[in-house]
């Protein structure tokens, strides 16, 4: 044990003189977490609309107003014809154009019933449903203000609540994600690189004859970045907390245990990538590139799986950073405890298992 503690302080000693390791360490993280919690949000808001105004009455007037008061919209209020809408439309000055036709609100006094044209964008079809739904809502809502008390036999009032997530905090859905794709691509990442490094250099010969183990050099290898993983995950969840405003309704000793038994999975992962690859470029190129793009498109956080193909619906289900996803919204979000995670919890039990077996079984303790 002397000894494996003389190699993991040495390994320390390696980290913390590279600089670059440092940066990927937590440069990274702190700019992604950012980004995602700030930047990239499924909310649409501030969006340009353009309103042509035909009827000039009352009715529209009040309308628009409403629409201005809204967050969602920034209001250019001009007459259009039909061609400037269009290239208006096209020059993508606006996202969407709503349209008002003469009389609007002399049609809707006297036979009740008045038409508005919305035209939206549809080369952006997330944005424009959006943006679509969110008027219908206010002019729905601008139609109740105007008749409360329409003649119906029955009426059906929905009262919505947003479990959760009180507030419809956009960054709520992206945090848990965005943790999961963090741990994933840089524990991976680093470790596979920091094996691979040595065989470039090397000093792994030097390492493989001597009295050391092999299984004790790869531990030896993964315990420094487990460490600053910890730490690197520590300063995930403060930067969540007093930056993006996401609090922590579970357990954080069980958030943090099951983070432990994550970012073991993912040193796995890259004692692994180490003994297929060669060089550090190669390496880096299968843990980046390898594991974010099964991260973004398999985890569900970005895109929901239960809307894919049951072919890649299969495919997820073997990319780890899926249950630990599931795990952190279920702990961070919704407070639950042990007994509603511990499925997810076996499963990142039984992949890191396999991964390192077959991470020892296949590591070569002699260099060709």
Known sequence: ?????????????????????????????????????????????????????????????????????????????????????????????????????????????????????????????????????????IIADYQQEISPAAVLPYVIVPETRMLYNEEGNGSLNFIPGVMALILMIVCTALTAVAVVKEKELGTMEVLLVSPFKPIFVLISKAVPYLVLSLANFTLIVLLAVFVLNVEIKGSILLLFLVSTLFIITCLSFGLLISNVTSSQQTALLLSIMGMMIPTLIFTGFMFPIENMPWVFQVISNIVPSRWYFLIIKSVMLKGLGFAYIWKEVLVLIVMTLALLGVALKNFKIRLE
């Open 1 to 137: 044990m002397k000894q494996l503690f003389v190699f993991i302080r040495k390994e320390f000693y390696h980290v913390f003189r590279d600089k670059r390791t440092l940066l990927i360490m937590f440069g990274l993280p702190i700019a992604q977490i950012l980004l995602f919690g700030y930047a990239i949000t499924s909310e649409v808001k501030n969006s340009h609309i353009s309103i042509s105004d035909n009827s000039r009455d009352a009715n529209t007037e009040q309308l628009i107003n409403k629409i201005k008061s809204s967050s969602y919209f920034i209001v250019d209020e001009t007459s259009l014809s039909e061609q400037e809408i269009e290239n208006t439309l096209k020059r993508g000055n606006v996202r969407c154009v709503l349209v008002f036709p003469p009389n609007f609100g002399n049609n809707l006094l006297h036979s009740g019933k008045a038409q508005i044209q919305i035209i939206a964008d549809g080369s952006d079809p997330n944005t424009a449903k959006t943006l679509i739904n969110y008027l219908t809502a």
